[in-house]
């Protein structure tokens, strides 16, 4: 088989993945149900699990928004904002215990207010969510006490975060690995001592909210209340568990002072509004491009169709949340696909008419609209980029519904160049050479 055979055969089997993919989870075809199995794939220690199925931001499944206001006036400036990254990062952890997945947890500074705000889809239960984000973080310390049998277990001690200062990543001055420092108070560190005394060679866990954490082994007493955790650590990781530190070390009590709910009537009939709207456009776009161009048209609208099935596919599979932004972004991403195909058909039909043969044209084509194509396309991937705000740039204040128009974007143009590159491409290629072999 030559290259291009194995292309063709490697997009037509993408297409069919992504076909049963989109599927709905359980299909009816005329008296048969057809149930579509989850994903579920062990993967060393975890698993790969999928269920396949959109997830919903909260504009379109409706339920909760709530605004906190953080009590930080005990704290002194430079903990303030630490704090509160303490805070957010423990209530995006107890609502993933709830249940809530796809939960949107932002801090926001207004004047001397420090807010944290919470949008929680689908939720039914407001008041016991309610009570399970405000309560105060409780970090706690467990040394490790032999029973009667040989068995040991974890017995708690009175060491607790109202000792721990704060937690910092750092690195081991001997490795130079990422590592986590601890800075105890004066009690604290007379505490952690006579723990650190009876355990060497033993493990001393974490807890944070009837959760482990970590239970590192103590290697030597420590007396000066400084503690170093080492292991296996990126400096993400490390980062991770300072925060998580942080939240019982920093506790600062939260209270409610907006909540609103969102029904999800609202959210289906934007959903139906914009399906449908995105419906008619493809399909005049479809009807345009084989109108206009012809059968180069067509096997552009065929490329179309795979790049919506992929779309989709890869929207299960991330999962990506979608909201009402993130469905224009999407529908503007099929328009800068189209846009790509016109560039190459009107660069090919130039080509032509200085009397090249169709095959060298459409080379052509692809070559000289390349430059075009990728600059267009470089732009917006850049926008999205700073939309997405990966870093938490303080100037810009991105929300989850710019977010998710920025996600959703910038997949759709990475997919789009794809399909153009790889796919369109190759269904030209195999097409066109046969007309001249005829």
Not at 142 to 167: C, F, H, M, V, W
Not at 193 to 205: C, D, F, H, L, Y
Not at 247 to 271: C, D, F, H, Y
Request: charged residues 20%; neutral net charge; contains cysteine.
């Amino acid at each position: 088989m030559t290259k291009r055979k194995y292309l063709l055969l490697f997009i037509i089997i993408l297409t069919l993945l992504s076909l049963f993919v989109d599927l709905p989870q359980d299909l009816k075809l005329f008296s048969l149900t057809i149930h579509r199995p989850v994903i579920n794939i062990p993967l060393g220690t975890s698993r790969f699990y999928r269920d396949l199925e959109i997830k919903k931001g909260i504009d379109l499944a409706g339920g909760a928004h709530l605004v906190f206001q953080a009590d930080v006036s005990n704290l002194p400036q430079a903990d303030k904002d630490p704090a509160l990254e303490a805070s957010k990062e423990n209530i995006q952890r107890r609502v993933n215990l709830f249940g809530i997945s796809e939960a949107n947890v932002q801090t926001s500074k207004l004047g001397d207010e420090y807010r944290l705000i919470v949008e929680l889809p689908g939720v039914k239960d407001i008041n016991q969510a309610i009570d399970l984000i405000g309560q105060t973080a409780q970090l706690s310390f467990y040394e490790t006490e032999n029973s009667g049998t040989d068995s040991a277990q974890l017995k708690p001690t009175d060491l607790t975060g109202a000792d721990l200062i704060r937690a910092k990543p750092e690195f081991d001055p001997n490795t130079g690995n990422p590592a986590v420092g601890l800075e105890f108070n004066n009690d604290g560190a007379k505490k952690f001592s006579e723990i650190t005394s009876r355990n060497v060679g033993k493990p001393v866990a974490i807890v944070l909210d009837n959760q482990l954490l970590t239970a590192p082994n103590v290697q030597e007493p420590i007396n000066n209340g400084l503690a170093v955790i080492n292991g296996t650590f990126t400096v993400e990781e490390a980062k991770k568990l300072s925060i998580q530190l942080n939240a019982g070390a920093l506790p600062i009590p939260i209270k409610i002072i907006e909540q609103r709910n969102i029904g999800a009537t609202l959210g289906m009939e934007s959903v139906n509004k914009s399906v449908r709207a995105g419906l008619i456009g493809l399909g005049m776009v479809i009807f345009f491009m084989a109108a206009y161009y012809g059968w180069l048209g067509v096997l552009a609208d065929i490329g179309l169709i795979i790049y919506g099935l992929l779309t989709l596919a890869v929207y299960k599979l991330a999962p990506v949340t979608l909201t009402l932004p993130g469905i224009a972004g999407f529908l503007l991403s099929v328009g800068m696909a189209v846009d790509a195909n016109i560039l190459i058909f009107e660069r090919m039909k130039e080509e032509l008419r200085t009397g090249k043969p169709r095959h060298i044209a459409m080379e052509l084509g692809f070559g000289r609209a390349w430059d075009s194509i990728r600059d267009a396309n470089a732009c917006t991937l850049i926008t999205s980029f700073v939309l997405l705000n990966p870093f938490n740039w303080s100037f810009l204040n991105t929300s989850g519904l710019v977010r998710g128009f920025a996600l959703t974007l910038g997949m759709g143009v990475l997919l789009s160049l794809f399909t153009g590159i790889v796919v369109t491409r190759t269904i030209l290629r195999t097409f066109v050479k046969k007309e001249v072999l005829k």
